[in-house]
């Protein structure tokens, strides 16, 4: 018999960008120095591991040590904390489709209530606090205002495209092109300007293919790809599809609209205000089980 009485696991997804989830709720099975950078690319590597782009530690922020220095005030309202980790290893700020995903599963494994998801709640990012809940058809999460970083451009496979630098709690470069995505080569990092971005950057490939203005205000469509700090190209970023329709509607002159994102892995919306950005998509539970002693070893 396969010994399977190892830690709780989950894998799921938001618009395909998927994620290994570990529910860790008093911090006792998954202490920083046993989910240490090996056993998160382990984790997230698709032969060796369960595979995915990264790893959510469901978590109380009354168990994170760093909480109270990201969070500051907001330290007692968010009882959960999203402890994110790209599939490196290394640890990232905000994940806008990991975030929907970990409200879906709070509530899936009975760590908070379905009325409390419905209404909202505060969750801990190291990005800072961001408020996270359950719509209609979906998840929604608020993301803050975006924040320009300054002109940059990536280089890719000799080509070099100018982009923006938006900060939405992780660092992006948003590059517009009218060049037909499916024809770039994102199977290596772009280049980018170390200096602009110290910490690196994820970079999105933009199509812009519409914008218009209408009775409820403005509306566009646009497409990306991205690659990802940390992961190389996913099928979808819910920070990049906030950064891209920022990125598009200013480039327009507009600071506010509603904002179709499609993504290799889907579709997201993205409201952007002067003072926020809203961003709202599907989760999705694949499957729930335990590891095997035999493979943590
Ligand atoms: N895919 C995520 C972003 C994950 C973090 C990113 N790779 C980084 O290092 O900043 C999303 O949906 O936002």
Known sequence: MIDASGPRVLKGHGTQNDFVVLPDPDGTVWPEDRLDAALVRRLCDRQEGLGADGVLRVVSSAHVPDAAAVLGDALDECTWFMDHRNADGSHAEMCGNGIRLYL????????????????????????????????????????????????????????????????????????????????LDLAHAPAVDPALFPDGVNVELVNVLSAEEGPSGTT??????????????????????????????????????????????????????????????????????????????
Do not use: F
């Not at 505060?122 to 719509?135: D, K």
């Not at 690659?227 to 506010?256: I, N, P, Y």
């Open 104 to 183: 879906h599963v709070l509530v899936a494994e009975g760590l908070l209530d379905a009325e409390q998801a419905r209404a909202g709640v505060l969750v801990g990012t190291r990005g800072g606090p961001r408020r996270v809940g359950q719509g209609a058809d979906g998840y929604w999460v608020d993301m803050g205002p975006a924040r320009p970083l300054g002109r940059g451009e990536a280089v890719l496979s000799g080509v070099t495209y100018p982009g923006t630098g938006v900060s939405m709690g992780n660092p992006h470069l948003v590059c517009l092109t009218d060049v037909a995505l499916e024809s």
């Open 220 to 297: 566009a469509h646009v497409r990306l790809r991205v690659s990802e700090r940390g992961v190389g190209e996913t099928r979808s970023c819910g920070t990049g599809a906030c950064a891209a329709a920022w990125a598009a509607l200013d480039a327009g002159g507009r600071s506010a609209g509603t904002v179709t994102v499609d993504v290799p892995g889907g579709r997201l919306s993205v409201e952007v205000t002067p003072g926020t950005t809203v961003l709202s998509g599907p989760a999705v539970v694949v499957s729930s089980g335990t590891l095997t002693r035999e493979w943590l070893g």
